[in-house]
């Protein structure tokens, strides 16, 4: 009769913590990637860009992921403006910039990530 009791309790705690994990009160994915911080660890922090000749991203980006294809022109970390001509959808240009400048850039959805 204890051996019933057991597992009808295991099973009752592995229902609640499945529960739990699925309306997502708790978190229950391991991160390999938890505190690594170089520059070829995965991105940790993402926001969308909106290009502008003046305004610098509040962090100097690690990436920026271009969703909508065209061309992007970066003023970069070192200072140097570039454009990245016809830059397909779906790709993550790795670099470092400071800003996506507004003129001539044509691509769209962009996102700074770091």
């Known amino acids: 009769m204890k ?3 057991k597992l009808e309790a295991a099973f009752i705690v592995a229902l609640i913590a499945y529960m739990l ?3 997502g009160m708790v978190y229950a994915q391991s991160d390999n990637f938890n ?5 070829t660890a995965p991105a940790q922090h993402a926001v969308a860009i909106t290009p502008s000749d003046t305004v610098n ?3 100097v980006c690690r990436g ?3 969703g909508g294809t065209g061309d992007v022109v970066v003023f970069m970390k070192g200072g140097e403006v570039t454009t990245f001509a016809q830059v397909p959808a779906g790709t993550t240009l790795p670099l470092r910039a400071r800003r ?3 003129t001539n850039t ?3 959805s962009m996102d700074c990530i770091w």
Do not use: C, L, R
């Not at 505190?35 to 520059?39: E, Q």
């Open 3 to 5: 051996a019933i009791h």
């Open 21 to 23: 994990v699925s309306i």
């Open 35 to 39: 505190g690594m911080t170089s520059i």
């Open 57 to 59: 991203f509040a962090v």
């Open 64 to 66: 920026i992921y271009v």
């Open 100 to 102: 996506v400048n507004s």
């Open 106 to 108: 044509t691509a769209t």
